[in-house]
């Protein structure tokens, strides 16, 4: 689901690299059956903003679905074992239970595959020092797939003409656009089905030139929801990957515009569904009560009051974002609060804050004990998960906070020898929420039969 505004830039460099890359497309002979002309898949993606800049990006581009790998990998039988490997580096959690990040690197050989997990742990460390990554990072689990290059680097670093041979065909200079870190999608999904499950993809180029890019359309075969690609030793290119996830996991829109590009002066549309952005003033997004009335008036983490502030949505007029300058606009800064509270939501559309570790598909008896795993929540807002406990659904309240309730416990109520369900609800009542719809979502269930 894109974005209702999404639309390539209108920069004249990127409509001549867009034609070139259709250009060099083959077919079209000039007798006989009509050839089907090859031309390769498109995809959109983001194009990062410049490195001495602020702004978080710079609109996006449509670029081949294939990378700049020349061959099929020739990788000797020492490297092929290597290759695939998956190992979980972050999280203990049932994959059904978490937000499963997938890091793929490209450009590493089969001997830099430790500088490899080294770097996919740094990033880690990148997005969790920013809010709400820092307070829900028990909700993940981060796993890296190995992928052996038969060259140490990517493309078109440093120069525009370097190739080299690598797993995932990255290359910079995609669209003619020279920190526009493209890849091969075919190949990295090839590595991400190798791990258990993948909500969010990585790719790390082995690389410490500025780059990066957004794949922000959910994967119909394997379930993601987009792939940011980062150089793995550029900090800049850290904060890229983390604006990407705004866009696939918050599904929120841009908040910068373009001064002075044609088409982009004034938003004259209806009102889009973002979250984020609107056509609305303050005074009428408080009274009509939409998009983050909530949070007007309030000190944003990325500074100043959350209002309504001109631009957004690539457009300099017509249309409003809730705070002058969050990582949705610039590079480096928090999320504002309406944006946290979308992370949030994007968050528990993939974990669970109660996982069972007492199967339920059994009933408890006597000498059963019905135990779950709750995760411990870190950062400036943690603890907020509460633990509650019903039999026949009624609460008992002296149980509430615990993660393991014997059987023995219960044994008063059981008397009858019927069969009861017992059940523990796990919710999070965080501040960092206020739309009853999202906080209903922050919630989850377990049941037992119980008998004795
Ligand atoms: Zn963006």
């Given at each position: 689901?894109?974005?209702?505004?999404?639309?390539?830039?209108?920069?004249?460099?990127?409509?001549?690299a867009v034609t070139a890359v259709l250009a060099t497309a083959p077919g079209s002979a000039a007798a006989g059956p009509a050839p089907v002309p090859a031309v390769p898949a498109l995809v959109?993606?983001?194009?990062?903003?410049?490195?001495?800049?602020?702004?978080?990006?710079?609109?996006?581009?449509?670029?081949?679905?294939?990378?700049?790998?020349?061959?099929?990998?020739?990788l000797s039988a020492a490297e092929k074992s290597k290759d695939g490997a998956v190992t979980r580096i972050v999280g203990d959690g049932s994959t059904a239970d978490r937000v499963d990040i997938v890091v793929v690197g490209d450009g590493y050989t089969a001997d830099q595959l430790a500088d490899f997990h080294a770097d996919a742990r740094e990033k880690w460390a990148e997005l969790t020092a920013v809010e709400p990554y820092t307070t829900y990072r028990e909700l993940f689990n981060v796993w890296t797939v190995d992928a052996v290059s038969n060259q140490t680097g990517v493309s078109g670093d440093p120069?525009?003409?370097t190739v080299r041979d690598t797993a995932l065909g990255s290359y910079f200079?995609?669209?003619?656009?020279?920190?526009?870190?493209?890849?091969?999608?075919?190949?990295?999904?090839?590595?991400?089905?190798?791990a258990p499950e993948a909500d969010l993809v990585l790719v790390l180029a082995n690389s410490a030139k500025y780059g990066g890019a957004g794949y922000n359309q959910p994967s119909a075969t394997l379930g993601y929801e987009g792939i940011a690609t980062a150089s793995a030793n550029n900090e800049k290119s850290g904060?890229?990957?983390?604006?990407?996830?705004?866009?696939?996991?918050?599904?929120?829109?841009?908040?910068?515009?373009?001064?002075?590009?044609?088409?982009?002066?004034r938003y004259t549309g209806a009102e889009p569904a973002d979250s984020n952005i609107s056509t609305l003033s303050a005074a009428d997004i408080g009274r009509q009560r939409v998009k983050w009335h909530r949070w007007l008036?309030?000190?944003?983490?990325?500074?100043?009051?959350?209002?309504?502030?001109?631009?957004?949505?690539?457009?300099?007029?017509?249309?409003?974002?809730?705070?002058?300058?969050?990582?949705?606009?610039?590079?480096?800064?928090?999320?504002?609060?309406?944006?946290?509270?979308?992370?949030?939501?994007?968050?528990?559309?993939?974990?669970?804050?109660?996982?069972?570790?007492?199967?339920?598909?059994r009933?408890?008896?006597?000498?059963?004990?019905?135990?779950?795993?709750?995760?411990?929540?870190?950062?400036?807002?943690?603890?907020?998960?509460?633990?509650?406990?019903?039999?026949?659904?009624?609460?008992l309240k002296h149980l509430a906070g615990r993660t393991e309730v014997p059987v023995t416990k219960l044994t008063k109520r059981l008397l009858d020898l019927r069969s009861h369900t017992l059940t523990v609800t796990v919710d999070d009542r965080t501040r960092a929420v206020r739309d009853p719809k999202i906080a209903a979502t922050l919630k989850s269930t377990v049941s037992w039969k119980v008998r004795l």
């Open positions: 689901m894109r974005p209702a505004l999404r639309r390539a830039m209108t920069a004249a460099g990127v409509a001549t959109e993606v983001e194009i990062p903003g410049p490195e001495h800049g602020t702004v978080a990006g710079s609109g996006h581009i449509e670029v081949p679905q294939r990378g700049k790998s020349r061959t099929a990998p020739r120069d525009k003409g200079w995609c669209g003619d656009i020279e920190r526009l870190l493209c890849v091969d999608e075919k190949k990295v999904d090839g590595y991400v089905a190798k904060q890229v990957a983390i604006h990407e996830t705004g866009h696939s996991l918050g599904k929120l829109a841009d908040e910068y515009f373009y001064p002075g590009y044609p088409g982009y002066e008036g309030e000190t944003s983490p990325d500074g100043g009051t959350i209002g309504a502030f001109e631009g957004g949505g690539y457009f300099v007029a017509g249309l409003n974002r809730p705070t002058d300058n969050s990582l949705m606009r610039s590079n480096g800064k928090p999320f504002n609060l309406p944006g946290v509270e979308a992370m949030i939501a994007g968050f528990y559309r993939h974990a669970k804050p109660v996982t069972a570790l007492t199967p339920t598909d009933t408890l008896r006597l000498r059963s004990t019905a135990k779950v795993a709750v995760p411990r929540l870190t950062g400036a807002d943690g603890r907020q998960l509460r633990v509650r406990w019903h039999l026949d659904g009624k609460e």
